[in-house]
């Protein structure tokens, strides 16, 4: 067989070589999009970053889109998702501080079956695009524990890449926002404790 014997083998030999290593590139080759998924999988095992499922399904969805820009605009669709709350919030209490734009967050302390008192936030704000990433909180924050709550760490926004769209202004005003509603569920865990020892000193 030509393959096998004679000089002119060899540049036949060469080619099927080459034509091998060319296929076993291609078929091993990670699109991008895997590439990505992968980081971030490391990403997040390696700083061990605690999410609530809505987070994680937030954060997935924002670094699943490539384009910044594109990130932006999907930040000002999900602004839409959660309703405005109504005035009675817009106290100095609920004010967040260092924003951009003017933002006000209240929450309310719920019963749920299997984790007990868990924290509802409302919200409002001024501006479209500090009202996206506050629904981002709200949607991802609402309906769960202050441990858990208090568990959430700041670094998700990178995991999320929400932080490519932002400019540093609004990266320190979100921050603020996670610290405030922190602070507000444990007030509202703690005047909830208080209410019910006077509710018992009451009825003795």
């Known amino acids: 067989m030509a393959m096998t014997t004679g000089r002119r083998t060899t540049p036949v030999l060469i080619t099927y070589i080459l034509s091998l290593l060319i296929t076993s590139s291609n078929a091993f080759h990670t699109p991008s999009s895997l590439r990505t998924t992968a980081t971030q999988l490391r990403m997040s095992s390696s700083t061990d970053i605690y999410l609530t499922p809505k987070l994680a399904e937030l954060c997935k969805t924002f670094s699943s889109v490539r384009n910044v820009k594109m990130r932006y605009m999907y930040l000002l669709e999900v602004a839409k998702q959660v309703p405005d709350a109504p005035e009675e919030i817009h106290i100095p209490e609920n004010k967040v501080p260092g924003c951009l734009s003017t933002v006000y967050i209240d929450c309310e302390v719920a019963k749920d079956e299997e984790k007990g008192d868990v924290i509802n936030y409302i919200g409002w704000s001024d501006g479209l695009l500090t009202k996206g990433m506050m629904s981002v909180l709200v949607q991802g924050l609402s309906g769960h524990t202050v441990n858990e709550i208090e568990q959430v760490q700041p ?50």
């Open 155 to 204: 670094e998700f926004i990178k995991l999320s890449k929400i932080d490519q769209a932002l400019t540093p202004g609004r990266n320190n005003g979100y921050l603020n926002m996670l610290a405030t509603m922190k602070r507000k569920a444990r007030e509202a865990i703690g005047s909830g404790d208080t209410a019910a020892a006077d509710d018992d000193n009451d009825e003795n």
